[in-house]
């Protein structure tokens, strides 16, 4: 609990998997994937309660033997590749009563850390947001970035400049890591993209998202670099 408010951590976890099969349970570096999230989710100091919601009995198992309270199991019409995650967090709070605010973990974010999440929480409260977003710094930058017309590069921004990179004003990408709100807020807004929302910035290294083999294997490369002593 943080102050007065009872904070609900929500792990989805959907059994199909377009770009790696079986991808919240598989393998990575010695665990499933989303033991990471579970583990993570599990040390942080202001989630009272966490759950996983899945509509898969192997991913509820798994959960399960690591340590994750699984309340109930998702119904197929949240669980289908093009459901929007905003309805799991809905399921969910129609469920479990009683909490002032919510947060999502993904599992494909498996190098957040549990400091992460209870600073995305209280930087939600102590600036007096409806919601809180993690973010990571954009590289290339917008500025740099291009598109393609009839095979010929044309800038994607049409008024972008190209300075030097100091001299450019940092913008940041949503890294899917961390996703907080406030009960109310997010059901009024049925998401967590609200009218005031700040934005928790993560370190590049912690906010690889696993979407591909590649995501994957980089992934592993970085825990064993860590574990190593390499530092970032």
Same mark, same amino acid.
């Given at each position: 609990?943080?102050?007065?408010?009872?904070?609900?951590?929500?792990?989805?976890?959907?059994?199909?998997?377009?770009?790696? &099969? /079986?991808? /919240?349970?598989?393998?990575?570096?010695?665990?499933?994937?989303?033991?990471?999230?579970?583990?993570? *989710?599990?040390?942080?100091?202001?989630?009272?309660?966490?759950?996983?919601?899945?509509?898969?009995?192997?991913?509820?198992?798994?959960?399960?033997?690591?340590?994750?309270?699984? &309340?109930?199991?998702?119904?197929?019409?949240?669980?289908?590749?093009?459901? &929007?995650?905003?309805?799991?967090?809905?399921?969910?709070?129609?469920?479990?009563?009683?909490?002032?605010?919510?947060?999502?973990?993904?599992?494909?974010?498996?190098?957040?850390?549990?400091?992460?999440?209870?600073?995305?929480?209280?930087?939600?409260?102590?600036?007096?947001?409806?919601?809180?977003?993690?973010?990571?710094?954009?590289?290339?930058?917008? /500025?740099?970035?291009?598109?393609?017309?009839?095979?010929?590069?044309?800038?994607?921004?049409?008024?972008?400049?190209?300075?030097?990179?100091?001299s450019l004003e940092p913008v940041y990408g949503m890294?899917?890591?961390?996703?907080?709100?406030?009960?109310?807020?997010?059901?009024?807004?049925?998401?967590?993209?609200?009218? /005031?929302?700040a934005g928790y910035v993560m370190p590049a290294h912690?906010?690889?998202?696993?979407?591909?083999?590649?995501?994957?294997?980089?992934?592993?490369?970085?825990?064993?670099?860590?574990?190593? *002593?390499?530092?970032?």
């Amino acid at each position: 609990m943080l102050g007065n408010n009872r904070v609900l951590g929500i792990i989805p976890a959907r059994g199909g998997s377009v770009g790696i &099969p /079986n991808k /919240n349970i598989r393998q990575l570096h010695g665990k499933p994937l989303i033991a990471w999230t579970i583990e993570s *989710g599990k040390k942080s100091t202001v989630i009272d309660r966490l759950i996983v919601s899945t509509d898969s009995e192997a991913i509820a198992d798994v959960s399960r033997f690591y340590g994750c309270d699984v &309340p109930f199991m998702r119904p197929a019409e949240f669980a289908a590749s093009d459901s &929007p995650g905003e309805l799991t967090v809905i399921h969910a709070l129609e469920q479990l009563g009683g909490f002032d605010i919510v947060v999502l973990l993904q599992p494909t974010s498996p190098l957040r850390s549990s400091d992460d999440i209870d600073s995305a929480v209280r930087l939600l409260v102590e600036t007096e947001s409806e919601s809180c977003i993690s973010v990571t710094e954009s590289h290339p930058h917008p /500025n740099w970035m291009k598109r393609m017309v009839h095979g010929k590069l044309r800038p994607f921004l049409t008024d972008a400049i190209a300075p030097t990179r100091q001299s450019l004003e940092p913008v940041y990408g949503m890294n899917g890591a961390v996703y907080v709100a406030k009960v109310k807020a997010f059901l009024e807004a049925r998401g967590f993209h609200t009218d /005031n929302i700040a934005g928790y910035v993560m370190p590049a290294h912690r906010s690889l998202d696993i979407d591909t083999e590649y995501d994957l294997i980089l992934c592993e490369r970085l825990i064993q670099f860590a574990e190593s *002593g390499g530092s970032f």
